[in-house]
């Protein structure tokens, strides 16, 4: 589903571009090897995973002195080489429902949706926003309501319905920055 193919077709789609808060700080260690084990990982492999997050620590410099060092219960290392491969890991179950496409690059994700009307291209997101909330929450993974976008690309620019994260407000954006690439509604 490409929004140039809804173009071509005269279909809109509907994009709204997630910002998830803190992304690569939000991998809790027990979930994660949970899902490698779903996923049948060998397990010399769940093993360096596991050894790559657990038993790291952090301290607090607070006037000069460090605080007493805590274990970390959650997080990869951050600008480490596997950083964003065991983020898209942590990830890769997000809910997949018919009608609704998912890019999933590192912690940038997008959800698509198309129809012969804005509404029919919306009505989907909003639906499956309330059912990824729920996934989000299980995984401990928060949303950045206001960070979040959205836009429909369509030849029409007119108010659209209302779409809410955790009660937030999404606007309709004209310009959406994603991967490096300027989207651009019409």
């Known amino acids: 589903m490409e929004h140039n193919e809804g173009k071509n077709s005269n279909l809109a789609t509907a994009a709204i571009f997630l910002d998830i808060a803190k992304a690569f700080d939000k991998v809790w260690v027990e979930f994660l090897i949970h899902k490698l084990i779903a996923y049948k990982f060998p397990q010399y492999i769940i093993e360096i995973i596991q050894s790559y997050l657990t038993n790291r620590h952090f301290t ?4 000069n002195s460090d605080s007493t060092p805590r274990k970390l219960q959650a997080g990869v290392p951050q600008g480490g080489i596997l950083a964003p491969i065991i983020f898209v890991l942590y990830m890769n179950d997000i809910p997949q429902v018919r009608n ?3 890019s999933l690059y590192a912690d940038d994700t997008a959800i698509f949706s198309q129809g012969k009307t804005p509404d029919k291209a919306i009505v989907p997101l909003k639906n499956y926003l309330k059912y990824l909330e729920a ?20 030849k029409k620019n007119d108010d659209w319905p209302k779409v809410k994260v955790y009660g937030t407000p999404i606007e309709w954006k004209k310009e959406v920055k994603y991967l490096v690439l300027f989207w651009i509604s019409n």
């Open 100 to 102: 609704i496409m998912i």
């Open 60 to 63: 607090v410099l607070v006037k």
């Open 135 to 154: 996934w989000l929450v299980r995984w401990k993974i928060k949303l950045n309501g206001y960070k979040t976008e959205a836009i429909l690309f369509n």
